[in-house]
């Protein structure tokens, strides 16, 4: 009798689809890292002296601070002495329009199906684009100053809206945070910033592409997101990485800031390259997110597919301060061939009938684990908070693993918490039942896995929702139906 | 419309099917018998292609074609069904979107165009009633949380929104009380046509007395030891399968 060979390993061995590296001159510095190295980095962007200082004050507490080792992540030790700190595409001069952006990068978007023209055009998104670490197209830009709503690559808003960097710079994941976010505050070289005044609606989904392309450039985005009174924006974050054979570190931050009233929606599809089948090359995606409900009825909400990388390391976080404040935190995380993540939330009460929501769902096949680390923390002021948790993972085959870590923290009566957590299995029997009734084995593992995903996507933005289904199948299969 | 010859099967080493010798025509309902262990079931899932079983030797023709050469997902869109004896669960999946992903696919392969959600709801509305289902099981997961009674129904009814040429029902009968079991022997009666052909698999004569057969045949340690009409499982009923388990130690005739 022959041995069938199980159809869900046959799946999990599809490869990376987007690996492609594109040739476009790139100015880089030397690596390593140093007092100097930031001084360059500092002195190349043109900063004024409060962001130079900041980046030094940073670097020397980066000095005195140790890698984390808690996650449930293992990776050889990271030369931080052999990367490239700042590498931007060469530029003659300035790109006014996408005419004069090099058409090689234009066409790198296109093939990952995200023309910027037809974007623009048909999808009404206004795209800033990270390429390796300066921008290099943005749009739309004039049509959201009518509005006062700035949205520009953060090297243009520290020369053009110093004040306001410098009042949100660090007030959420201050220099001292942690190893990572230490890091970045010290080098990082572009992201994204945006600032939506009081009382205004952002009309349309903004969104930026992330892109990690030179070799051996660890990339370090910064990214400032401020929600004025009573205003609203929602935000998409987009990526994936060509192959590439020696880990990449990526360390960025996201700061997001909503005041009395304001609600922010930040939605991320993460696709980059998770490493070979037997684990080789892949991205280290250390990030740390994080949002403060500084005003009261604020709301935050943080949504993410976490498909790509080696290893992800990344908690999106709501810090609760404002009464009656929400946080939410909906997720998708998958793990196939040797990708390991260690990703969750910690949702911090300060404020009065301060509520979240946390929905997570971890996917593991090949030899992925998966781990969910999530803590909700209940201060004494946090009269009447409330939180609900809800924690499932699904295994696909025999050789990945799921682990669910929730700390919970609760110093008030009046509050309450529910937790509920579950384990499944996508099992051969599921698949046979959708293909006697004549769906392929693709079909069936893609509606069964979005099937369980489903609470999560239906919180992302229509079009995005799209992508990510399509991104999920791709991380699984050839193809979804 | 189906042809087994001396059809073989092994799982995990260990040979279940002896040579099973059958022959189904277009408008007939054929009913298999036997006692637990005979190879019943195994019969079924070779038949919709279930590769935990392995095909030793013999051969099966569907409609002229090779059936064990091709995959499960093309039978089942060439109209092959399988009412299965344990309905799967399948959470967070509508029954409602399965079984339009289900039909589109066998819609696809006779080359008739999809069905959208709306044309769908209008197709399937009667055929819910019919089974004297609740139509907020439409909306719930697939199989899930369903009760016993419940999800062989939801199979029966799959079967009439899916049309297929061969249905075979394997042991739709178990788990199911005498009320439920008329709703689903009448669903399956209404579904008897001259272009369908239909294998009931049941270890009991009860359903039979609901869904008559035109043939029955017995089957024992993994051969089909006796064949008749429906008179056969009367008798049956009243012997018992021990008579024909020592029979089936000798070499069959069919």
Redesign the interface.
Known sequence: ??T?VSSIEVLANQEYKWGFHSDIEADSIPPGLNEEIIRLISAKKNEPEFMLEWRLKAYRQWLTMKEPTWANVHYPPIDYQGIVYYSAPKKKSGPKSLDEVDPELLRTYEKLGIPLQERELLAGVAVDAVFDSVSVATTFKEKLGKLGIIFCSFSEAVQNHPDLVRKYLGSVVPYTDNFFATLNSAVFSDGSFCYVPKGVRCPMELSTYFRINAMNTGQFERTLIVADEGAYVSYLEGCTAPMRDTNQLHAAVVELVALDDAQIKYSTVQNWYPGDKQGKGGIYNFVTKRGKCLGVNSKISWTQVETGSAITWKYPSCILMGDNSVGEFYSVALTNNYQQADTGTKMIHIGKNTRSTIVSKGISAGHGQNTYRGMVKILKSAAGARNYSQCDSLLMGDKCGAHTFPYLEVKNTSSQVEHEAST?KI????I??????????E?AVS??V?????EVFRELPMEFAVEAQKLLGVSLEGSV? | MLEIINLHATVAGKEILRGIDLTVKAGEVHAIMGPNGSGKSTLAQVLAGRDLYAVTAGEVRYEGQDLLAMKPEDRARQGVFVAFQYPVEIPGVSNMYFLRAALNAVRKNRGMDELDAMDFMTLVKDKIKSMEMDEALMSRPVNTGFSGGEKKRNEIFQMSVLEPKLAILDETDSGLDIDALKIVASGVNAQRSPLRAMIVITHYQRLLTYIVPDFVHVLAEGRIVRSGGKALALELERTGYAALEAEAAEPARV
């Open positions: 009798m022959g069938p499944s099992g051969e029997d599921q046979f039942y959708c293909r006697q009734r004549g769906l392929s084995t079909d509606m069964i979005h099937g369980f995903c489903k139906g």
